[in-house]
């Protein structure tokens, strides 16, 4: 028997009754496993009779592994009897729990809160592509002539910005040398901001073979702190200066890098896939848009669990990502001077929303019984062996084993429900004349050159 208390929107209580001859079943179980480790004098160890064994320890010798089979058996009874879906571990209170008497336990669980959707059919939302032109077209061009840049050797003349030059360096910081600060036949590119800020500038002008003494101070908030705010010594030698020459826009060079003949077709399939990258941009922008109205029509509470979860979640990828630049998490909170209690109350804020987010469209997936397929999960499971070149049984049989086969399932179904919401979207679609894209790219340009202007500046 379950009786259930709905303590607030994420909360619930239940009050569990056993029958008795359950009980006596577990004890029966438990019997069967003490029994095995408890030594009695006369008897061989395993064989003490049951009534001797309570008479000489006390029936509760038995208790807690009589609980440890009930209690699991009997609390998932009472979650699936009763609907409702835990998102945590359970608060377990005894209540009674006596030989020859039903077993009664409360437990306080928190649980997926309900969800009052507002409207979600016929969302109104502006899809805004932007027209694509020759610039576009142009821009790509010189990034193709960027990937694949010559390097010629300069025989005279002073480094420039953009030269890639070949260092021998060595740094001193209070007249001593510098852990890790020195090197010979280093290969610098001038402006690639790999060195200290300051270093690179001060390059500019040298000529080969010449020498120079460079200062420079290290950051206030360097990741090595004994050199935070430091001033360094560094002496330079420039070996070798080399120059990048974009080669041109032939059709021969258009042979070299890609499967087309001539410039004009290699120009024509450019334009083609920068129309469908814009598709595929506003087609994702207007999604969000339409998420975003769903969410904020409808009413949920969240629950702080899965709250902290998900800012756990943010903090793993952002360790990842740190790691990648040879960072760790310790290392960010000490140069960033927060701590991790800090980090995460910033955070809070958009894993309240990704939550409220996920929360949403799992009541509106629910309601519209959208489903994943087999068909569905094989597919996909056969895309990530196909991306990651293995063996389609293999992976399958890695996911089944890491038990990651119902977040494939989830994910299959959150694509679904978006599509859904596109779809049944009132969607007005508007293309984004190119002087309003040209204007966008000016004011983005005009941007970055106060940007670079001010950090130029503070390098000086």
Known sequence: ???????????????VEVDAEVVAGALDEAYKKVVKRVSVPGFRKGKVPRAILERRFGPEILYEDALDILLPRAYGDAVEETGIKPIDKPEIDLVQFEKGKPFIFKAVVEVLPEVKLGEYRGIEATQEIREITEQDVESRLQQMRAQHVRLHVVEEGPVEFGDLV????AGFVDGEPLAGGSG???SLEIGSNTFIPGFEVQLVGMKIGEEKEIEVRFPEQYYREELSGKLATFKVKVNEIKRKELPELTDEFVQEVSEFETLAELKADILNKLKEQEKERSRFAVQNEIVGKVVTASEV?????????EIDRMLAEMSQLLALQGLTLEKFLEMSKKTLEELRADRREEAERRVKTNLVLEAIITKEGIDASDAEIEERLQEIAESYQQDLQKVKEAFAAEERLSQIADEIKYRKVIDFLTDAAKITEKTVPAVQNEEAKKAEAEEATEETRANEEKEA
């Open 184 to 186: 010979e036949g280093y």
């Open 1 to 15: 028997m379950v009786k259930l208390e709905k303590i607030d929107d994420s909360k619930v209580a239940l009050e």
């Open 166 to 169: 070949i260092i021998d360096f």
């Open 301 to 309: 509470a969240v629950p702080n669990v899965l709250v902290e979860r």
